[in-house]
């Protein structure tokens, strides 16, 4: 009964490159969504999708960010040409229709 | 952006109950109280939720105010394996609007 598995758990990029964080929801769940955390505050949330459809973007950066829920397979949070800014764990939650959303142990990611 | 107001922090001795209180004035009709915990920066782990009724389960008691406009979350015997970040959200389960929670420790 595998939990929200999100990974890597780590991510290290050099400001320029690309950051691909993937998250598998629980099984039966699906609806996913993504927030970014910084030190020493609470979750902001990003983005809301179900399978091929994202619902809400309303807190996704309007550039270099982007997300997508194929019908098969993970979850993918994409950032293109990352900066230091970028830097903050990346949660990931799940949940079965309106049922209280289930989340991952997030991934840190550190740009150098 | 949070429409939660939690105090920053606060003690409690160990195995005596935790009294965690939380206002949302503004919550409308069709929105639930949410509690999550988060310890060491882990993943925010679930609690407890409710409506309108007091609710309870084998980590928590939620207790809402008959108006809805506060609630409390209570653990019962609080171990330190309880000390973590306490978050209460209100919603209707897309968007969570976390704010800066109250840390909680207890204290052998």
């Known amino acids: 009964n595998a939990g929200v598995m999100q990974n890597p758990r780590h991510l290290v990029r050099r400001r320029g490159q690309e950051a691909r964080l993937r998250c598998s929801p629980m099984?039966?769940?699906?609806?996913v969504y993504w927030y970014r955390q910084l030190p020493e505050e609470g979750l902001k949330f990003m983005v809301y999708?179900?399978?091929?459809?994202?619902?809400?973007e309303s807190g996704m950066p309007k550039e270099r960010f982007s997300a997508e829920f194929p019908k098969e397979g993970p979850s993918i949070l994409r950032i293109q040409q990352v900066v230091r800014g970028d830097s903050a764990a990346y949660f990931c939650a799940s949940s079965h229709g309106d049922q209280p959303q289930h989340f991952g142990d997030g991934t840190r990611l550190s740009i150098l | 952006d949070a429409k939660t107001t939690q105090p920053p922090s606060m003690d409690c001795a160990e195995g005596r109950a935790a009294n965690l209180p939380c206002n949302h004035s503004?919550?409308?009709?069709?929105?639930?109280v949410y509690w999550y915990r988060q310890i060491h920066s882990q993943g925010p782990q679930y609690i407890i939720h409710?409506?309108?009724n007091n609710e309870t389960n084998e980590m928590a008691s939620l207790i809402i105010t008959e108006d809805r406009k506060s609630s409390t979350l209570i653990l019962p015997h609080a171990t330190l394996r309880d000390t973590a970040v306490y978050y209460c959200?209100?919603?209707?389960?897309?968007?969570?609007?976390f704010g800066t929670g109250t840390s909680l420790t207890v204290i052998p």
């Open positions: 099984k039966g769940h699906s609806h």
């Open positions: 999708l179900q399978k091929e459809n994202i619902i809400d």
């Open positions: 503004t919550i409308s009709g069709n929105e639930y």
């Open positions: 959200i209100v919603g209707g389960g897309n968007q969570f609007y």
């Open positions: 409710g409506l309108k």
